[in-house]
């Protein structure tokens, strides 16, 4: 009886040791997690903050530019009206105007037209009798009206979209000195559009840029483009009964038909997605520059809200995708910290000397194993250069390997290797952080030019890849190459940062290729393309 107290007190004993041991391993774990928890949380503020500043410069970059070209065609403008000052001259010049502007302007460009000596002069050939017949006064037009309010300084009206052509619009107008004269210039705002498509840092990430009309101007979802984000969450239902009204009353198949339902359709998705988040966008309107988590439908997504002088940016980044993208704040210590305390109770649990401790031990030990194989498969799974946020080597190879796979016999594509021009020289003078500078503006210059088919890496260094696909023809590449080292220098200029251009060598990919030997093969044509260490362009 003695001996079976005795082991009753032993086995007790070990149970004591064994409750002690996991509630110090669960409370280890809870105070290290919500430590864990708000140090991501400070992260994920600090990343989305400069995300939205980044974001701010950069659109302000394409205000400035869409002012700095209404700047110039004013003061063309300007002295043309000092040497001729009849009006019909003035018209007659307009009309000549549409073709250089467009040339020099691009897509940007729309039109230019006035209000001088109370006519209304304009570069298009509508007959003015058009006008006459509808009682159209420019001067109830709110770029008229704008621009007597801004008493000379360069405004902007509120943007909206054209559905007929799937683009927003604004005009810039100016007051003349003579408080009569106004000058006005349509723009296209694509190139805000083109913007937002480069911003993305994260996977799945939405952006919104919406003027202070709440009108969205910018978004990674065209079709909430024009639509209206305001804390008032029942203007986006009210705009789809308007559009879906205005359908019916037009006759199916026609042009306004199908203009009025695109419009509808677009109204639709932006209302769903207005709903989705209702309580979490009023939460966002409502406090500014701080990043919170918040419901999109069945999804939890980071928000912040970037504020600006005329524009605001909404930023949305799935959980998932800030989670992956900020691992090295959370996932490591978490998995060192396990790794650690399983370590310390395993040296502890070998001085019990019973067959339940060490059976405890063995599980421990599994346990050690398993978070060590989930910390491998973690760095295995990671895809992305940390640098850059490009694919890394591996993913694309295995995307090109994979691209080559499902081609069919007649299809083709163009491997370009990259390599940064006097880079060494930029580490040596300025340091490796200028250098790690260059390499991310080389990368952004990269992926602006390449189109959401093609794929491109930062394979190591200063060495990259792009992989354009469907097309045979090196003439496509080398422009490619020659934009991307064009704006990579105005760029570069544009910030003070050292210059670098990137040599590249190209070969042609078709179905049965190997991916080492179009890397060979293209790494020898790199080769000869480095001998002038300007930016060459060399192929198979």
């Not at 083109?194 to 799945?204: D, F, I, K």
């Not at 990674?220 to 009964?241: D, H, I, R, V």
């Not at 900020?326 to 370590?343: D, R």
Request: no cysteine; hydrophobic share 40%.
């Amino acid at each position: 009886r003695s001996s079976d107290l005795s082991l009753k007190a032993s086995k007790s004993k070990v149970q004591h040791r064994q409750l002690v041991l996991v509630l110090f391993f669960l409370g280890v774990n809870l105070i290290a997690g919500s430590l864990i928890a708000v140090q991501e949380s400070r992260h994920v503020q600090q990343v989305l903050t400069h995300h939205g500043e980044q974001a701010q410069e950069k659109l302000g970059s394409v205000m400035a530019d869409y002012t700095h070209s209404f700047q110039l065609f004013a003061q063309l403008l300007q002295q043309t009206v000092s040497d001729h000052p009849d009006p019909d001259f003035i018209w007659d010049h307009l009309k000549t105007l549409d073709r250089p502007l467009a040339a020099i302007e691009g897509d940007t460009f729309d039109g230019v037209y006035m209000v001088y000596q109370d006519r209304y002069l304009y570069s298009w050939d509508t007959p003015y009798s058009q006008y006459e017949s509808t009682g159209y006064r420019p001067q109830d037009r709110p770029w008229y009206q704008n621009a007597v309010k801004g008493q000379g300084a360069i405004v902007f009206t509120p943007p909206y979209m054209s559905y007929a052509n799937h683009y927003i619009l604004s005009t810039i107008s100016q007051l003349q000195p003579d408080q009569k004269t106004v000058f006005a210039y349509d723009i296209k705002m694509g190139n805000i559009q083109r913007l937002v498509s480069e911003l993305g840092s994260y996977a799945h990430e939405q952006l919104l840029v919406y003027d202070a009309n709440g009108t969205i101007i910018g978004s990674t979802e065209e079709t909430y483009l024009g639509s209206t984000l305001s804390p008032n969450a029942a203007l986006a239902p009210a705009a789809l009964q308007q559009a879906q009204a205005a359908v019916k009353t037009l006759e199916e198949g026609t042009e306004a038909w199908q203009k009025a339902k695109e419009q509808a359709d677009a109204a639709e998705a932006f209302a769903h997605f207005r709903q989705q988040g209702d309580a979490g966008f009023q939460k966002l309107l409502a406090r500014p520059q701080q990043a919170m988590l918040i419901k999109l439908g069945s999804q939890q997504v980071y928000g912040y809200l970037s504020p600006g002088k005329d524009y605001q940016i909404l930023i949305l980044v799935p959980l998932g995708a800030m989670l992956a993208a900020t691992a090295q704040v959370w996932l490591l210590p978490f998995l060192l910290l396990e790794l650690v305390l399983v370590y310390g109770l395993s040296r502890i649990r070998k001085e019990w000397n019973t067959r339940e401790l060490q059976q405890a031990y063995v599980e421990l030990g599994q346990t050690q194993k398993r978070l060590e194989i989930a910390l491998k498969a973690a760095q295995k799974a990671a895809a992305i250069d940390d640098l850059t946020g490009m694919m890394n080597f591996k993913s694309f190879r295995q995307n090109v390997t994979d691209q080559i796979q499902s081609m069919q016999e007649t299809d083709s594509g163009i491997l370009i290797l990259l390599d940064g021009d006097h880079f060494k020289t930029i580490n040596d003078n300025y340091g490796h952080q200028m250098g790690d500078e260059v390499i991310k503006l080389a990368a952004q210059m990269i992926i602006g030019r390449i189109r959401t088919v093609d794929s491109a890496s930062r394979l190591h260094g200063d060495e990259f890849a792009i992989f354009i696909a469907n097309t045979q023809d090196y003439t496509v590449a080398e422009k490619i190459v020659g934009d991307i080292n064009a704006t990579l220098i105005a760029e570069s200029a544009r910030r003070h940062m050292p210059n670098i251009t990137l040599s590249a060598g190209a070969v042609i990919a078709r179905r049965g290729s190997n991916y080492a030997q179009l890397a060979k093969t293209a790494d020898a044509a790199l080769y000869q393309a480095k001998t002038t260490h300007d930016g060459g362009f060399a192929h198979a």
